[in-house]
């Protein structure tokens, strides 16, 4: 059978409303969720192993990277989002029409890189609160 794999070049990263996406991105990172979980071992515990149950879940943190663009209104975005503080919503596109949407807050701001061989560079890192959604696309 043949892989069905997708090339990741093409995806697009922005705010969900109004749809404002962020420009000249190299790398778009990923969903990352993780449960925590707590030990409820007891005097009980079957052959003496430890026992969990799920709690809270959360989805990480999520890295954009690219080229450095002053008047980018993605970027001109990222940057007002960083000084409000704000919950935003933000969609991820897939080149086959999949999304993630989700909310976040912007954490952190990396930008004007000026590296002597090099483009300037533009970073940023959302934390997303709550609970992202998958729509699946198609081809």
């Not at 997708?6 to 969720?33: Q, R």
Request: aromatic share 10%; glycine share 14%; net charge negative.
């Amino acid at each position: 059978m043949s892989s069905q794999a997708i090339a990741g070049f093409g995806t697009t990263f922005g705010y969900t409303s109004p749809s404002v996406l962020v420009g000249e991105l190299s790398s778009i990172g990923g969903i990352k969720m993780k449960a925590e979980t707590i030990d409820v071992t007891n005097h009980n515990s079957l052959n003496g192993y430890k026992e969990f149950i799920a709690s809270l879940k959360e989805a990480g943190d999520f890295p954009i990277e690219g080229n450095f663009i002053g008047n980018d209104a993605g970027q001109v975005a990222i940057m007002a989002s960083f000084g409000t503080s704000a919950v935003e919503d933000f969609t991820v596109t897939f080149p086959d029409s999949a999304t993630w949407e989700f909310s976040g807050i912007v954490t952190g701001l990396d930008f004007g890189k000026a590296d002597i061989k090099g483009q300037l560079t533009f970073g940023a890192t959302i934390k997303i609160s709550g609970a992202p959604v998958f729509a699946s696309g198609i081809l």
